[in-house]
């Protein structure tokens, strides 16, 4: 097995012992579907020195001192959001210098993929952000770009030996200008310019296929990505990635950068989800201005519905760092609709501040100079749109994302859309009137919405509550050009969503029944916190626990999803990262409520079923207001 050329012994050593570890936790393509990415510009979102005031003109086009540590130090800022992933720019080794068209700063310009970019940081620093995302429940994506090299210079005066492994001009194509009415000059000619040029691969060579899936291999397994989102996909021919994706092992999702629906379509044979790029140009037409067409968002959306292979693996986005900012058309909303329709919602960094920027390269703005705010109208817009989304997936974990989206209403000013099946709903209305427009009431039937009679509702963007007529029909008025969420009350209880209107309860206490100092006031305890904007919390708990040959330990404690102190019932733990040094256990369990009290213990079972429990005192853990938690502690001899 390779590993990376630029890890040091220590870290290749980790690496190799956690590629079982990333085996066994990797995310399916149905998990993937749950997800709320973050979209990461490396070089633009966080400084190691933490600096809110350093410097960084967009329009230099050179690095600006974003690394992979100052990411760490500011995950409790994309995790507040809601979100589950980062996604993270590319990380090899890139050009030098910088040129009339900038420098490197992107990542999309490599010169090595089998090194580290260093302006990010170290084989180290990587592996610390993948643990840091993983210790939070969080996955990562990074970027990946098969179809090019890059080299400062005309296209016709390449040095191709500087590049690593493809130094040789056999590994590429000839040069030539992309045709785009010709996909075959898409996927054989030469992006770039003669300034900085990017020599094209023959990725249809088996050696260059050979290569690039040994690299994706040990890139996953080396830094234990969850996902990864290719580059340029529709300049490199499907048959590609048949092989390279098996390689990768992991959830992959491309880039066709392509506005016709039937072309992105074709392109989920070969990988398991696309950016929909599609809905990206429907979305701002239709809501950059009081004219803009609703109609042909609505046609464009059923189209893509009829045509998509699986549009809940689509990626949904509205900005990224190639497409102007959204905030640069209009200072209106369309985040929301974005969000809330099929696919996994995908926000780029500076969203949540109503970046402005317009088209590339100055819609790649330092995030640092907004202070990380999380109090900012769109940092907690976004939040509550994630909250929501999450919710409706928690009550109906499959039903909810196999529901396909549906227009309900539309005409030149509003839209409605539906997701979820009756019960389980999420009816949410929109318009482009902008915001000093007058208030539009909308009366919305119940054979539309799915909404029952009397049936009492919240808008979860205002926390106000609605309820239906006798017939379950609903009257609506959007203000200032906000939209309408609404969600059936009765599943909001003990959500945290809109608490002054949904009432959280205490958890229900449950007795200890295998005791070795049980009593019933070790039952699982809840205090409300209605500040608290998480619904459940995904807690990690990690034991150190030293085992036998075919020993396997479980975790059992006061709470129902602990199994009631049932060893039977009690979670299984993970072996996968064991080592001699480090002997952990772990296991995730989700759902678990804020400021619930756990008390817990560690139970060893040996091949012939003996259950051995470890001794006293119970372990106690109270569930913060996070996403997620981390629960460590080690096995406690009699």
Not at 256 to 274: E, F, K, N, S
Not at 400 to 410: A, G, P, T
């Amino acid at each position: 097995m390779r590993i990376f050329g630029s890890l040091c012994p220590v870290a290749a050593t980790a690496a190799v012992l956690s590629i079982l570890g990333h085996t066994a936790t990797a995310l399916s393509a149905a998990e993937w579907r749950k997800q709320a990415i973050y979209q990461v510009m490396t070089d633009r979102f966080a400084r190691t020195d933490l600096s809110t005031t350093a410097r960084c003109d967009t329009g230099e086009q050179v690095y600006c001192g974003g690394t992979w540590r100052g990411l760490i130090s500011k995950l409790d800022y994309i995790q507040g959001m809601g979100f589950t992933a980062v996604w993270i720019s590319p990380v090899v080794k890139q050009v030098d210098g910088v040129t009339r068209d900038g420098s490197s700063y992107h990542g999309y310009w490599a010169r090595d993929i089998w090194s580290l970019n260093p302006a990010f940081g170290s084989p180290a620093d990587l592996i610390a952000l993948s643990a840091a995302l993983h210790a939070r429940g969080m996955y990562l994506m990074v970027d990946v770009v098969t179809n090019h090299m890059a080299y400062v210079g005309c296209r016709s005066c390449v040095d191709y030996s500087i590049f690593n492994p493809f130094s040789n001009p056999s590994y590429f194509h000839p040069p030539c200008g992309i045709n785009y009415n010709s996909q075959t000059s898409v996927e054989v000619c030469w992006q770039g310019s003669d300034t900085v040029s990017l020599p094209d691969l023959r990725t249809e060579d088996e050696n260059v296929r050979r290569i690039w899936n040994d690299w994706i291999s040990n890139l996953v397994s080396t830094y234990s990505i969850d996902g990864v989102r290719i580059d340029s996909a529709k300049h490199v021919e499907p048959s590609f990635y048949s092989g390279f994706n098996s390689a990768a092992g992991v959830f992959t999702m491309g880039e066709v950068y392509h506005g016709d629906p039937a072309y992105l379509a074709p392109y989920q044979r070969y990988m398991d989800g696309v950016l929909d790029y599609a809905s990206v140009y429907w979305i701002t037409r239709a809501f950059q201005s009081p004219s803009g067409s609703i109609s042909n968002l609505v046609s464009g959306l059923t189209l893509l519905r009829d045509l998509a292979l699986d549009l809940s693996l689509y990626g949904s986005f509205l900005e990224n760092h190639d497409l102007e900012r959204f905030p640069s058309l209009t200072k209106d909303k369309a985040i929301a609709f974005m969000m809330l329709k099929d696919g996994i919602p995908i926000i780029y960094q500076g969203q949540e501040h109503h970046y402005a920027g317009g088209k590339a390269p100055y819609n790649r703005e330092a995030l640092w100079f907004s202070g990380y705010s999380n109090t900012s109208d769109l940092y907690t817009w976004i939040a509550r749109l994630n909250q929501i989304r999450t919710r409706a997936i928690s009550q109906d974990s499959s039903g909810y994302l196999s529901y396909s989206s549906q227009i309900i209403q539309s005409d030149s000013r509003t839209v409605t859309m539906r997701k979820g099946f009756p019960g389980y709903q999420i009816i949410s209305v929109f318009t482009n009137a902008g915001s000093s427009s007058s208030p539009i009431t909308l009366s919305l039937p119940s054979s539309a919405t799915g909404f029952t009679a009397s049936q009492s509702l919240v808008d979860v963007m205002s926390c106000t509550a609605l309820t239906t007529d006798s017939n379950g029909n609903i009257v609506v008025t959007l203000n200032g050009g906000l939209p309408k969420v609404l969600y059936p009350s009765a599943r909001l209880s003990n959500s945290r969503i809109c608490p002054s209107l949904t009432r959280p309860t205490t958890t229900t206490t449950t007795t200890r029944t295998m005791t070795t100092t049980a009593s019933s006031t070790d039952a699982p305890t809840a205090t409300t916190s209605p500040s608290c904007p998480f619904v459940t919390v995904s807690v990690t708990f990690n034991g150190q626990i030293r085992t036998s040959f075919g020993e396997t330990v479980k975790i059992v404690g006061n709470h129902p999803l602990l199994g009631n102190w049932s060893p039977a019932n009690g979670i299984p733990l993970d072996a996968s990262k064991y080592t001699n040094s480090n002997p952990l256990w772990y296991g995730t369990v989700d759902k678990l409520e804020p400021s619930t009290v756990i008390q817990y213990k560690f139970v060893k079972v040996s091949n012939s079923g003996t259950v051995t429990w470890e001794g006293d005192p119970n372990h106690r853990f109270t569930v913060p207001c996070a996403a997620t938690a981390t629960a460590s502690s080690s096995w406690q001899g009699y």
